[in-house]
């Protein structure tokens, strides 16, 4: 059904992060999975710089994340801590794997957040101290993160060494 495709890392990975701007501007909920953190950290950094050039993502007041990446308003963030402390407002609590969407930016770097899903009501303000130590964004995850996360399609990148435990995920 042309779901897979072959070719070197460097052009997967594009391919990954082609088909995933496509799934989002079509309304999708999506996420590349390639299989290395640098990759991860290119893949995020690629989309927020095109989501701050499209008006997406609004480049003004920012903070610095956890892997020192920033983010901004419009931006898409994961959590990477357990904190039941954190409540959002339609209950439940912060969860490591959690995508978030963040609505603002607070000036000592807090983010107020949305549940990425779109659910109604689930937001809250993730401390800075928080987003500083365990938020990174959140446009791509490595096959480790992605397990729990629900979306409509995933763009996943395999290669020679990738784990069948991994592939399974």
Same mark, same amino acid.
């Given at each position: ?62 903070? =610095?994340?956890?892997?020192? /990446?920033?983010?901004?308003? *419009?931006? +898409?963030?994961?959590? !990477?801590? #357990?904190? &039941?402390?954190? %409540? ?10 959690? =995508?978030?969407?963040?609505? /603002?930016?607070?000036?000592? *770097?807090? +983010?107020?957040?949305? !549940?990425? #899903?779109? &659910?109604?009501? %689930? ?47």
């Amino acid at each position: 059904h042309g779901r897979v495709r072959d070719g070197g890392t460097a052009q997967m990975i594009d391919a990954a992060y082609l088909a995933w701007r496509a799934d989002i501007r079509a309304g999708r909920e999506s996420i590349p999975v390639p299989e290395s953190t640098p990759s991860v950290m290119e893949l995020n950094s690629r989309a927020r710089a095109e989501r701050i050039l499209e008006g997406d993502t609004d480049a003004g007041q920012e903070t =610095r994340l956890a892997d020192g /990446s920033c983010a901004s308003a *419009g931006d +898409l963030i994961i959590s !990477r801590r #357990n904190d &039941r402390r954190l %409540a959002p407002t339609r209950g439940g609590w912060v969860r490591n794997g959690d =995508r978030w969407r963040v609505l /603002s930016v607070g000036r000592d *770097g807090s +983010l107020h957040v949305e !549940r990425s #899903n779109g &659910r109604p009501g %689930a937001s809250l303000t993730l401390p800075a101290a928080y987003v500083a130590d365990s938020v990174q964004l959140g446009y791509a995850v490595t096959a480790h993160r992605a397990q729990g996360v629900t979306v409509d399609t995933a763009h996943v990148v395999v290669s020679a060494s990738t784990t069948r435990e991994n592939l399974y995920v």
